[in-house]
């Protein structure tokens, strides 16, 4: 059973363009989160999606950031006109239950660099 | 809302030292908390978890018992070794939501030398 699937692994845009990472989750997994690990410090919470549904995305900034989770497919974090503070690595997290108690599974992340 | 603190690093130990790292949260609801390991350029990897007051979570000689009374979940382990070098995030699952959504520490970075 493979894991939790991130791409690309690393990621340069220049300021302006957009970004957009992919994250396959473990089979079975139904439910996905984004968070956003800047340079030394720990990883915030961004996003919580379920099969075609935004549950929460009370850590999304409210302009250029969205992300969505289709009925087939990965789920995508887009990141459009980007700025050097997106700077980041990226962690996709996904969870058979959408409960506390239940294990979060991580990618690998993506670490995205705006020059 | 609910956080958590760990302590600051880098905290540096020689090979069979004892460990501790220590955590305390605070929050509303009754939330689950984990210890996450990051080594160097990869993800986060479960290490252990503790659902309920009281409980403690073991894996690979680390422990760490949920202390409702202090809200403390301090990670432990008797003997480190090299391989244990990597960053530790103490994390909280929301408790009022109950969604899965974690609240993370700001990481301690731990070094091991021979």
């Known amino acids: 059973n493979a894991g939790v699937m991130q791409n690309p692994r690393h990621l340069v845009r220049r300021r302006g363009q957009e970004a957009r990472l992919r994250c396959s989750p473990m089979?079975?997994?139904?439910?996905v989160y984004w968070y956003r690990q800047l340079p030394e410090e720990g990883l915030k919470f961004m996003v919580y999606?379920?099969?075609?549904?935004?549950?929460?995305e009370s850590g999304m900034p409210k302009e250029r950031f969205s992300a969505e989770f289709p009925k087939e497919g990965p789920s995508i974090l887009r990141i459009q006109q980007v700025v050097r503070g997106d700077s980041a690595a990226y962690f996709c997290?996904?969870?058979?239950?959408?409960?506390?108690?239940?294990?979060?599974?991580f990618g690998q992340g993506t670490r995205l660099t705006v020059v | 809302g609910d956080s958590v603190t760990q302590m600051e690093g880098p905290v540096t130990l020689s090979e069979e030292a004892f460990l501790t790292i220590n955590c305390t949260y605070t929050?509303?609801?009754?939330?689950?908390l984990f210890w996450y390991v990051q080594y160097p350029g990869e993800g986060l990897q479960l290490l252990l978890k503790?659902?309920?007051?009281?409980d403690k979570g073991s894996n690979k000689g680390f422990e760490a018992t949920y202390r409702k009374e202090t809200t403390s979940f301090h990670l432990e382990k008797g003997s480190v070794q090299v391989s244990d070098s990597a960053v530790y995030f103490c994390?909280?699952?929301?408790?009022?939501?109950?969604?899965?959504?974690?609240?993370f520490g700001q990481g301690t970075t731990l070094q091991v030398k021979p």
């Open positions: 997290a996904s969870s058979p239950l959408g409960r506390g108690e239940a294990e979060a599974f």
């Open positions: 994390a909280l699952s929301e408790g009022s939501s109950n969604t899965g959504k974690l609240i």
């Open positions: 089979k079975g997994h139904s439910h």
């Open positions: 999606l379920q099969k075609e549904n935004i549950i929460d």
């Open positions: 929050a509303t609801g009754y939330p689950s």
């Open positions: 503790a659902t309920k007051a009281d």
